[in-house]
């Protein structure tokens, strides 16, 4: 029986080589019965120790697994470089790399060129463009776009040991867990890349500690070893210290009472406002790809990563809903003094916000219009740089960032984030 199953290996690992998939020490290499030969291009170079399962699983041409990683229905764009670790049900766009016992799992997607360092553990993160990740950091639940830095070939950066803390012991229920998310960044960052764009990014410094809920605003910048509450922090901040000094001891009962939570469902309705407008984002992308008839590779990468972006919104609305379940199953759920506002908050939350926030994503008709002439523009770039490298941000960099058609996109994208806080906001 084993002799079967290694033999059934080495034939499947003779049909990639066969088609142009270097593949470094066959005999160390594992490939899964259920994975799509025709998924993973030629020129794809995996190293020895690597497991490739999952049938969803994709790897591009040019792409580099160096070795010792595990690949399971992941997507892959091609020209990136992994390093050893584990890569699991998610989607990392052209040119991203990482170094030394990455973990990206959980419906992470990293858009073009973005990087780790050694030890960085994403899961159920969104990276928007050349987003940078120091060593030694927990990632988990964010959502974090970029900008163009002085080093040019960065967007934002987040700085070596800093963690963000989404976990919470004390669920809507005994032992449930509610995973409390971090948006940074704003939806002015993608059109950063721009020709005549300023300079705008954000930099969290090394070993900051992030308690989430969060919202960073763009040009932010943390200081090293801060510690950033829960809360909204608009653009161009400098965020320093926070940290406690003195030890906090209670009976844990305690911690179970919640306070008025309509601060942190206004955090919450900000941070899917963003995704809300980042999802649509993703929408104009894939459009463009099967516009301009990009190949099939690349148009299943971005929809896979569309499909990651709806992964985190749902995140979001559970972390909403865990927490109006909780506050409406009991009045001894809530402190005497917040008891009104947070049933009141709940409700509304079930009743009209989620509902609001839903379909501001199904909304079309502004979106279209606000659009039109940015992918017209981008159709003509991409048709006059037929034959180079057209990958997207490398067309949006052509236009202006003072046109007519990005100007009109941007103030629609951050307008579109606005306007649902405002709506949820106005529910009675």
């Known amino acids: ?20 998939v270097n593949i470094l020490a066959p005999e160390s290499v594992i490939v899964g019965e259920e994975v799509n030969p025709d998924n993973v291009e030629p020129g794809a170079v995996v190293g020895p120790g690597t497991k490739i ?6 790897i591009g041409a040019g792409t580099e697994i160096q070795g010792a990683a595990i690949i399971k229905n992941s997507l892959l764009g091609r ?8 890569y699991v049900d998610s989607v990392l766009l052209d040119r991203c790399s990482t170094v030394g016992w990455a973990r990206v799992r959980g419906h992470s997607a990293w858009e073009e060129g973005s990087n780790s360092a050694h030890n960085c553990d994403t899961k159920t993160t969104l990276l928007g463009y050349k987003i940078t990740l ?5 990632f988990c639940n964010v959502l974090m776009l970029g900008g163009t830095s002085p080093r040019l070939e960065v967007g934002a950066e987040v700085g070596s040991g800093t963690i963000n803390f989404n976990f919470l012991p004390f669920g809507p229920t005994v032992g449930a867990l509610i995973k409390p998310s971090t948006v940074v960044g704003s939806m002015e960052s993608p059109f950063l890349v721009c020709e005549g764009a300023p300079t705008r990014y954000v930099f969290v410094g090394g070993h900051c500690s992030i308690i989430a809920p969060v919202v960073i605003g763009l040009g932010t910048v943390v200081a090293a070893k801060s510690r950033v509450n829960p809360g909204i922090y608009g653009d161009d901040k ?3 210290g926070g940290n406690i000094e003195k030890p906090l001891v209670m009976d844990v009962s305690k911690v179970r009472v919640l306070k008025d939570m309509t601060p942190k469902y206004e955090i919450l309705i900000r941070q899917m406002a963003t995704t809300v407008a980042f999802r649509k984002w993703c929408d104009l992308r894939v459009a463009w790809a099967r516009r301009n008839n990009l190949d099939e590779f690349e148009v299943r990468l971005m929809e896979g990563f569309a499909g990651k972006v709806d992964k ?11 927490i109006a379940k909780y506050l409406l199953a009991s ?13 009141a908050m709940a409700a509304r939350w079930n009743q009209e916000i989620k509902a609001r926030i839903q379909g501001a994503l199904a909304d079309e008709a502004g979106f279209v219009e606000a659009t039109a002439s940015l992918n017209s523009e981008l159709d003509r770039v991409t048709r006059e740089e037929s034959g180079n490298d057209n990958q997207f941000y490398n067309v949006l960099a052509k236009l202006s960032y003072s046109s007519t058609e990005v100007k009109t996109a941007r103030e629609y994208f951050s307008g579109l984030v606005e306007a649902i806080v405002s709506q949820a906001r106005s529910v009675p």
């Not at 399962?53 to 994709?58: F, I, N």
């Open 312 to 322: 985190y919104m749902e995140a979001l609305e559970a972390y909403g809903d865990n």
């Open 79 to 86: 020209n990136c470089s992994l390093a050893a670790g584990e």
């Open 134 to 138: 120091g060593s030694l950091i927990n």
């Open 331 to 343: 009045d001894d759920n809530s402190r005497p003094d917040s008891l009104k506002r947070n049933k």
């Open 53 to 58: 399962l999952g049938a969803e699983t994709m």
């Open 1 to 20: 029986m084993v002799n079967n199953r290694i033999e059934a290996n080495k034939v499947r690992l003779e049909k990639l080589m066969a088609k142009g």
């Open 238 to 240: 400098l965020i320093g």
